[in-house]
């Protein structure tokens, strides 16, 4: 569903309430509208829910001219100033109860405590409504406003001026929308520029306007990209060549692993060396004649007696190979021996 404005106007009874303005919002649509306080926003809510009758211009609903009554079963409008903002010293559960009567729900008490424990807000239900957190309010509200199967459309009004950061009463919006709902959010220009809206503020001229559509999204929706717009070569003798695009680089070809080392061989012992053969002496080419054996007795004999005394002749004073050992009879030697008989006679 869609409901458009086109060039709606409201007087006032000394200025404008509302300048001529075009609008137009979906079903599943989230809508930001900024403008200055008091500048036609609860002109605007009223007119585009068929609540107010415009001075001029015309409100349609999927492109028709439909009667304000249409308008009013299919749009919903939240916490609007003065008109449907809930009085300050009721209690959440009371405010409760009457969201639900008015949405045409049950509103027992043992109704209002359920609805507050599904969306755990049982300890909040004795404070008073304007003791909640701005953006609790918001959400409670424009949740009672959606009780009813029939809305389609729902109008948040100004939900900054309880304070709280934009971002949340926007989170809130946005649930609505992805739900289905078409939303319309009210706020001012400050906000929306916390909310990123590159707005510049108001001055002169443009404190005076309406407020004005400076952010549409649709929650859930896919972000297209724009199609690459393909720039054809100019045909011509100075043209210049149309450049051929670079082939595809395919993916490189896996390079196959290498082999598994295996283990060395084991290196074999050397063979043990032999050893070398022991030099031989060398034998000399002439051997030094030995001297005389005689002679070498002869000498090794008269080694000792030379220190005999003087006059003594020695025994053998004749070389012992001069004279044979048995050249003479033992017994002629015997005899030959005075001395011996001598000695034998004295006997």
Wanted: net charge negative; proline share 13%; with cysteine.
């Amino acid at each position: 569903m869609r409901i458009t404005l086109s060039g709606v106007r409201v007087e006032g009874r000394r200025d404008p309430m509302l300048e001529a303005m075009d609008l137009a919002w979906s079903t599943g649509e989230c809508l930001l509208v900024a403008g200055e306080p008091g500048h036609g926003h609860t002109a605007l809510a009223l007119v585009a829910t068929g609540r107010f009758v415009p001075s001029s211009g015309t409100v349609r609903l999927d492109g028709a001219a439909v009667p304000p009554s249409a308008l009013r079963a299919r749009t919903a409008v939240v916490d609007v100033p003065g008109i449907s903002e809930p009085d300050d010293a009721l209690s959440l559960a009371d405010v409760v109860a009457e969201g639900l009567a008015l949405a045409g729900r049950r509103s027992l008490p043992r109704d209002v405590s359920r609805w507050l424990e599904e969306r755990a807000l049982t300890e909040d239900r004795g404070r008073r409504v304007d003791q909640l957190p701005g953006v609790v309010r918001t959400a409670v509200l424009a949740a009672l406003a959606t009780e009813n199967p029939d809305v389609r459309f729902v109008v948040l009004t100004l939900p900054d001026r309880h304070g709280g950061e934009p971002s949340g009463w926007w989170e809130t919006a946005r649930t609505l929308a992805a739900s289905g709902l078409g939303v319309l959010v009210q706020c001012t220009r400050s906000s929306a520029r916390d909310l990123g809206v590159d707005l510049p503020p108001a001055r002169g001229a443009t404190l005076h306007e309406p407020p004005r559509v400076v952010l549409r999204e649709v929650p859930g929706a896919p972000v297209e990209e724009p199609a690459a717009t393909a720039v054809l070569p100019v045909a011509g003798p100075d043209a210049e060549p149309a450049v051929e695009p670079e082939p595809a680089v395919g993916p490189e070809p896996a390079v196959e692993p290498e082999p598994a080392v295996g283990p060395e061989p084991a290196v074999e012992p050397e063979p043990a060396t032999e050893p070398e053969p022991a030099a031989e002496p060398e034998v000399e080419d002439e051997l030094e004649p030995s001297p005389d054996p005689d002679a070498r007795a002869e000498e090794e004999l008269d080694d000792p007696l030379d220190g005999a005394p003087p006059g003594d002749t020695p025994i053998h004073d004749t070389p012992i190979h001069d004279t044979p050992i048995h050249d003479t009879p033992i017994h002629d030697t015997l005899a030959a021996t005075p001395a011996d008989d001598a000695q034998e006679e004295a006997r």
